[in-house]
């Protein structure tokens, strides 16, 4: 049974770390291609990034994979396979559910680990990344992974969800994690500004707390921080995409890159 649920674990573990590589890949790709220099002279932070994303996916896999375990041979959870065990309009308020319930544990957390004497033990490590990347959307120190992982392994066993539509929520949270840190808008313009824009948060307005440190928590919504008042705004990123277009005419990598960004700050 033990070996049964470490097999389960690393399982889970290796899915989470070969779905983050993959995604974050992409859309580091991505970036590449459409703002070539933005990541110019940040090879060591991505490097730091990759490697405690790693070491978070590790993490992530051991509830996952408890509850994957107890979910196959001892019916855990409220997940159900068949659509039809539950009304169809259940499908996307699930998901909603779910997505609101992540983002209030977020924000919380993510608060309290904002005080000083927790930041500098837990919270550092994700904002040593200055700016953030397409690979820093898992960059947490081990006691910030814990608060991550936990979460969604806790409410399959409170809120019902169809297995697809769980599928759909960590695709959700796996893609925002990468996106909101990439460092570049990827969502059409009414998904940050304007009326929708306004509860969403999408990578303009995390860049941000990356830059001021305070204010803007949460992680799909606004709603918490304009609630307790610690929303900030979106940022944008004319000036960043300035100096990656300046330092791609000095040179594409190598030493005039590094020295270009080195200078900027
Ligand atoms: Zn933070
Ligand atoms: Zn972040």
């Given at each position: 049974?033990?070996?049964?649920?470490?097999?389960?674990?690393?399982?889970?573990?290796?899915?989470?770390?070969?779905?983050?590589?993959?995604?974050?890949?992409?859309?580091?790709?991505?970036?590449?291609?459409?703002?070539?220099?933005?990541?110019?002279?940040?090879?060591?932070?991505?490097?730091?990034?990759?490697?405690w994303?790693?070491?978070?996916?590790?993490?992530?896999?051991?509830?996952?994979?408890?509850?994957?375990?107890?979910?196959?041979?001892?019916?855990?959870?409220?997940?159900?396979?068949?659509?039809?065990?539950?009304?169809?309009?259940?499908?996307?308020?699930?998901?909603?559910?779910?997505?609101?319930?992540?983002?209030?544990?977020?924000?919380?957390?993510h608060r309290w680990m904002h005080q000083p004497r927790v930041f500098k033990l837990a919270h550092a490590v994700h904002h040593e990344?200055?700016?953030?990347?397409?690979?820093?959307?898992?960059?947490f120190h081990p006691i910030e992974?814990?608060t991550?992982?936990?979460?969604?392994?806790?409410?399959?066993?409170?809120?019902?969800?169809?297995?697809?539509?769980?599928?759909?929520?960590?695709?959700?949270?796996?893609?925002?994690?990468?996106?909101?840190?990439?460092?570049?808008?990827?969502?059409?313009?009414?998904?940050?500004?304007?009326?929708?824009?306004?509860?969403?948060?999408?990578?303009?307005?995390?860049?941000?707390?990356?830059?001021?440190y305070r204010?803007?928590?949460?992680?799909?919504?606004?709603?918490?921080?304009?609630?307790?008042?610690?929303?900030?705004?979106?940022?944008?990123?004319?000036?960043?995409?300035?100096?990656?277009?300046?330092?791609?005419?000095?040179?594409?990598?190598?030493?005039?890159?590094?020295?270009?960004?080195?200078?900027?700050?």
């Open positions: 049974m033990l070996l049964a649920i470490l097999a389960s674990a690393l399982a889970m573990s290796l899915i989470v770390g070969v779905r983050y590589l993959i995604v974050s890949g992409a859309f580091a790709a991505a970036t590449r291609a459409k703002h070539p220099g933005l990541y110019t002279g940040l090879s060591v932070q991505m490097r730091r990034e990759v490697a994303s790693l070491a978070s996916a590790l993490i992530y896999g051991v509830p996952a994979g408890i509850v994957a375990w107890g979910w196959k041979t001892l019916g855990w959870t409220q997940i159900y396979a068949d659509i039809h065990a539950f009304p169809l309009w259940y499908a996307p308020v699930s998901v909603l559910l779910y997505l609101f319930a992540h983002d209030t544990w977020f924000y919380w957390t990344s200055r700016p953030p990347t397409a690979w820093a959307a898992m960059a992974a814990i991550g992982a936990v979460i969604i392994p806790l409410l399959v066993f409170l809120i019902p969800i169809n297995i697809g539509c769980l599928g759909l929520v960590l695709a959700i949270m796996t893609v925002m994690g990468v996106t909101n840190h990439m460092g570049w808008e990827v969502f059409p313009r009414f998904m940050w500004k304007g009326p929708v824009g306004a509860w969403l948060i999408t990578a303009s307005h995390h860049q941000r707390h990356h830059d001021l204010g803007n928590y949460g992680l799909y919504f606004r709603f918490w921080d304009r609630l307790c008042d610690t929303d900030k705004g979106v940022g944008d990123f004319v000036k960043a995409h300035a100096q990656a277009r300046l330092r791609q005419r000095r040179g594409s990598g190598g030493v005039a890159g590094a020295a270009g960004r080195v200078g900027d700050e």
